[in-house]
């Protein structure tokens, strides 16, 4: 039976080829993501075994958005027993602008201003190859790669960007080098009390790191220096600092894994449905051989075992060939990457044998699950049928089981989809809705060769009209087998519900930011922005002095601690109620001084009401405390978060190195001339190089734009499961043009044109196209515009309904399917009409 298997699938290469693609590309997926993931954690790893050896603890902040650690605690730590050298560290994100005035991109590598050591405590000083060390203010180094990649040369005048600290012109007086220099880094290292003025509020090290002495441990060494520190400090060890590094690049990569795991899955799965439909048809196609082998003898058992052996093969040679394709297109990603200048270090590709494993396990179980159920088919053959001419057919009874459990999961869909739009807060309603999308979908697909009749018979008399008889033939010829069209379209139908979902959350994201503009939340002139991380706070001030501004009202980013938790939210300079009024349900607008206002959500979450005192401290629950009075509640404002503090509050309770706006919002003074007072706020920021001016149309379309960059990515990462749906096509219309080819041919036989055959299998395949299609389009605007309702208190209030977009996806289909045709399509015209009729072999 194994002999009989193999010359099966060495006889037809072309069903083989076309199965093979759909595994293929599913795995090539699962693989790529595990490889361009494993090679960036391997590349950071070894940078952090080089950056941070030689730390045996480090001391720092047990929470972010603190000053740091205390400068004076390093004479303490020294003296803690087993501490051999002490060696603090200052830095910090920075933008540097070149000698022409350009700022330097460095494309998300790290673009970082710090102190220069010159002489070895802990770690070893960096390798100075050209120039001199920076020793006074003004002076600073640069890593070798980066002067080489920038265009930097000694001698040359930067201006170095922070955002809390003023805008420093520095002259490159040396070039040097590290083990971890690569991939677009940027180091600029300043005099160590110049880096301590510019990057920190003058009193704190961003941490400190500790060597221990020969014998002691890391772990007794981060415990003793614990006891000597404060409660807002901590000790890690050496290992636990490499530890950390490397767990916030493994999740920083899992955006990218979880989106290429995400498609492949996806992949595959749209692959089973074309891999159960080839087999089914192989089986029908098949029957006379196969009862034939039971009537000499062959056993049910061994019939199935023949069938799932041929798909064991395939999906062995299916997976090998994806896990080849996954390595290309790692290595293809990882070139575009470097293309874009994303600044990624540089390293080899990395194949861990867990990839191979789960590549080939997961292609080839998806294969033998997928034929199984057409295998078991096969076994059930009885020998008597080899003396017919027909091929087998599902049993009416069969249906109606398949449209019975349909039908109840349907009724299952309905109800999780109604609780999910009862449910009080978002995350059980996304879960509910979750679920009717998972029961809908697999109603969708145990119904469909019901719903193929209701939706090709008169989508078939509207596109078939023009054609005549070639229409009717071909309505007939796609509803003849209601399991296989259902089967070849569900395949689309997955492909064409994720983009329409996605089409629906993207579009109503981007009305639900033109509605903020239109209807008057957002009524500043113009908006001041930062792409390279907070607006700095000196820029803000600038555009105050500029002639002809109204108010300048700025929002910075607050975190603190109340009752031991640590909480976010905003902290207003400036008259808030000309660019973003908020709405009072309670109380009084007052945020004044030691005042405060908080929304109704967050009032309702934690008992908070005019009247009621809280008492702030910084976000490490240590330091300066203030206690704020709630004046009032407002109704939830996205733009302005759960609660709105002074300018003052933020300033006594965040440290000085993390001030920073998120927006400066700027209305133009009554009588000022709009256009003059834009000119003024561009040359007041010119000299901060990373703030853009924009008005609220241009801010609209920068947000908006960002949207549609984002689902152009999922746009693009989803077409393969549209690339497989239409393999899927070629693939059944192919087998059905063997299937039927004494039909073809007598209908050549009768008169048929050849022009008239291709024509009609054109039509059918247009036809199945649609169908799924629109299954897709109709569950993606419905579950798509659920999933925005869900996201109301995330900021999108509106949902919006792409139609076009939907009409387009559809008119897509249709020439998907008749793509997808013209191949069978030339094949079944060449039928000969002699041979077909005489039942010769194709």
């Keep these: ?203 704190h090290y961003t941490t400190i790191d500790v060597s221990a002495r020969a014998g002691v441990t890391q772990a007794t060494l981060a415990a003793r220096i614990e006891r000597v520190l404060p409660a807002d400090l901590e000790a890690r060890t050496g290992r636990q600092v490499r530890d950390d590094d490397t767990q916030d690049v493994a999740d920083a990569l899992s955006f990218i894994t979880v989106i290429l795991l995400g498609f492949g899955i996806v992949a595959l799965l749209v692959g089973t449905f074309i891999i159960y439909n080839t087999f089914s048809m192989i089986v029908a196609q098949r029957q006379r051989e196969l009862a034939l082998l039971r009537a000499v003898g062959a056993s049910r058992r061994q019939v199935q075992r023949s069938v799932v052996f041929e798909s064991l093969v395939t999906g062995l040679v299916g997976s090998a ?74 049993t009416a009874a069969g249906l109606r089981r398949r449209t019975a459990l349909g039908a109840t999961v349907a009724a299952l869909a309905v109800l999780g989809t109604i609780l999910g739009l009862v449910a009080g807060d978002a995350g059980s309603a996304a879960s509910f809705t979750g679920l009717g999308l998972l029961a809908a979908v697999i109603a969708t697909m145990l119904l469909s060769p019901v719903l193929a009749r209701w939706v090709i018979h008169p989508l078939g008399r509207v596109v078939g009209r023009p054609f005549g008889v070639l229409g009717r033939l071909a309505r007939t010829n796609a509803v003849r087998n209601p ?55 000196r820029a803000a001030a600038a555009a105050g002095q500029v002639a002809g501004v109204g108010s300048t009202t700025e929002l910075h980013p607050m975190v603190v601690t109340v009752a031991g938790d640590q909480v976010t939210g905003t902290a207003v300079d400036g008259p808030l109620e000309r660019v973003l009024p908020v709405t009072m349900t309670v109380g009084r607008e007052s945020y004044g001084g030691t005042d405060m206002i908080v929304s109704e959500t967050y009032a309702a979450d934690h008992g908070w009401r005019p009247g009621t005192t809280h008492r702030f401290t910084g976000a490490g629950g240590t330091g300066p405390a203030v206690t704020v009075r709630v004046t009032g509640v407002y109704r939830d404002a996205d733009l302005v978060g759960p609660w709105v503090v002074s300018g003052t509050t933020y300033r006594t309770l965040t440290p000085h190195n993390r001030w920073g706006d998120d927006v400066a919002l700027v209305t133009v003074a009554a009588g000022a001339d709009a256009g003059a007072v834009r000119a003024g706020l561009e040359r007041a920021v010119n000299d901060f190089y990373v703030v853009d001016v924009r008005d609220r149309d241009e801010f609209r379309g920068y947000v908006a734009g960002q949207v549609d960059g984002l689902l152009g990515l999922l746009y693009g990462l989803l077409a393969l499961a549209i690339v497989i749906a239409i393999l899927g096509i070629v693939n059944t219309q192919a087998l059905s043009v063997v299937e039927r080819r004494r039909e073809l041919g007598m209908l050549r036989a009768v008169g048929m044109q050849r022009a008239q055959v291709r024509r009609t299998v054109y039509l059918e395949s247009l036809l199945i196209a649609v169908f799924g299609a629109f299954l897709g389009v109709v569950l993606g605007v419905a579950y798509g515009s659920l999933f925005t309702r869900t996201l ?21 289909a249709a020439v998907v399917g008749v793509l997808a045709a013209l191949w069978p399509g030339w094949r079944a015209a060449r039928t000969p009409p002699l041979d077909a009729v005489s039942g010769a072999a194709a």
């Design 1 to 203: 039976m194994r002999t009989v298997a193999v010359r099966n699938l060495r006889s037809h290469k072309v069903r083989l080829l076309l199965t093979l693609v759909s595994v293929l590309l599913g795995t090539a997926f699962v693989s790529g993501s595990f490889v361009f993931t494993d090679t960036l954690k391997r590349s950071f790893d070894a940078i952090f075994a080089t950056s941070d050896e030689g730390i045996d603890a480090r001391v720092q902040p047990r929470e972010d958005f603190t000053a740091g650690v205390p400068t004076d605690l390093v004479r303490r730590i020294a003296r803690v027993p087993g501490v051999a050298a002490v060696q603090p560290q200052i830095g910090a994100q920075v933008a540097v602008v070149d000698a022409h005035g350009t700022r330097i991109s460095t494309g998300g590598a790290p673009s970082q201003g710090g102190a220069w050591q010159d002489r070895r405590t802990v770690q070893d000083p960096p390798e100075l190859v050209r120039g001199a060390a920076p020793t006074a203010t003004g002076q600073v180094a640069v890593n070798e790669s980066a002067a080489t990649r920038y265009h930097l040369a000694v001698g040359d005048r930067i201006t170095v960007v922070a955002p809390n600290a003023a805008v420093t012109t520095a002259r490159v007086v040396g070039l040097y080098r590290v083990a971890f220099d690569t991939g677009g880094y940027l180091g600029a290292l300043f005099p160590p009390r110049q880096a301590l003025t510019l990057f920190t509020d003058g009193r």
């Design 321 to 394: 060939l994806g896990l080849a394709g996954g390595i290309g297109l790692a290595y293809g990603l990882r070139a575009l990457l470097d293309a874009l200048d994303v600044g990624l270090p540089a390293g080899e590709l990395v194949l861990l044998v867990r990839t191979v494993v789960v590549s080939i396990l997961l292609g080839t179980a998806v294969t033998v699950v997928a034929a199984w159920s057409p295998a078991r088919r096969a076994s059930r053959i009885a020998p008597v049928a080899a003396m017919r001419e027909e091929f087998a057919t599902p």
């Design 483 to 537: 399991r296989r069209t259902a089967a070849t379209g569900f395949a689309l139908t997955l492909g064409m519900l994720l983009v329409t979902g996605i089409a629906v959350v993207g579009a109503s994201a981007k009305a639900s930011i033109g509605e903020l503009f239109s209807n008057g939340d957002v009524r500043a002139d113009y908006i001041l922005t930062s792409d390279a991380g907070p607006l700095p706070v």
């Design 792 to 812: 109301h208190d995330e900021g999108l209030r509106v949902i919006s309904v792409p139609w076009v977009q939907a009409v387009v996806f559809l008119v897509l």
